[in-house]
């Protein structure tokens, strides 16, 4: 008899480990979409930072590559190859040592030096793995670095 009472005890007790583990199974899931989503933008983020970066990198090096907007591109678009959509805008532009603007084809600016600088802005599209409510279904990313030609 107490063989049977116990047998009886343990099934009631899988039977309320099989309801609790059938009723977290769709929240534990939802967790770990939202852990996967998160860690995927975030490494979108960052590859679009990296991307900006390599092409002000390529082009503050020196005069010649900050006027080489195609190898700009094409530095950041090495650096973010495995993002789908990445839209890069490369730049030129110079300041004198007072801060205005001035156009590059000139040596000097009123007895002041002149400074070049590199401009990079990317930006990418993520789109996250299911539609958060409210949250939009893309996201923007976008990073400007600007750097100074040595």
Known sequence: MKRN?????????????????SLMIPF???LLVIAVDVSRVVNAALTVYNAAIAGALYGSQNLSKSSDISGIVNAANQEAANL???????QQFCKCGSGADVSCTGLVCNGNPKKTYVRVQTTSAFEPLIG???LPQVFNLSRTVVMRVE
């Open 28 to 30: 534990l899931l939802l």
């Open 132 to 134: 958060y409510p409210g």
């Open 5 to 21: 009472v116990r047998a009886l005890e343990s099934s009631r007790e899988l039977g309320g480990v099989v309801v609790e583990t």
């Open 84 to 90: 789908a959509s990445l839209t890069i805008a490369a």
